[in-house]
Nanobody, 122 residues
Framework: QVQLVESGGGLVQAGGSLRLTCAASGRPISIYTMGWFRQSPGKEREFISTWSDARTYYADSVKGRFTISRDNAKNTVYLQMNSLKPEDTAVYYC?????????????????WGQGTQVTVSS
């Protein structure tokens, strides 16, 4: 199995940028569909972005502002977040799904990190 650890969250002003990092260990991420989700208080965990078999998908709410990337040599996935808005405030989670899946739904994923808090002030 694979273990995932997120980092890079923090407090940023609206319009600012952050880059989240998901460091994987135990298995190579090259064999997984990798995704990012987020959860705000009182809301369900929602899909943000996924990388599956060299294809990327984004939620409409972040399209054009967020970019997912992966470095298989470092066994790491990134989420570059630009033009941040207060509504982006949430705990952000990295996830891995065995095999190639579209990766848009939470139940497709087998492994989750502990999350990293992102707070965007207005």
């Amino acid at each position: 199995q694979v273990q995932l650890v997120e980092s890079g969250g923090g407090l940023v002003q609206a319009g600012g940028s952050l880059r989240l990092t998901c460091a994987a260990s135990g298995r190579p991420i090259s064999i997984y569909t990798m995704g990012w989700f987020r959860q705000s208080p009182g809301k369900e965990r929602e899909f943000i972005s996924t990388w599956s078999d060299a294809r990327t998908y984004y939620a409409d709410s972040v399209k054009g502002r967020f970019t997912i990337s992966r470095d298989n040599a470092k066994n790491t996935v990134y989420l570059q977040m630009n033009s941040l808005k207060p509504e982006d405030t949430a705990v952000y989670y990295c996830a891995a799904a065995s095999g190639w899946k579209r990766g848009l739904a939470r139940d497709e994923y087998d492994y989750w990190g502990q999350g990293t808090q992102v707070t965007v002030s207005s």
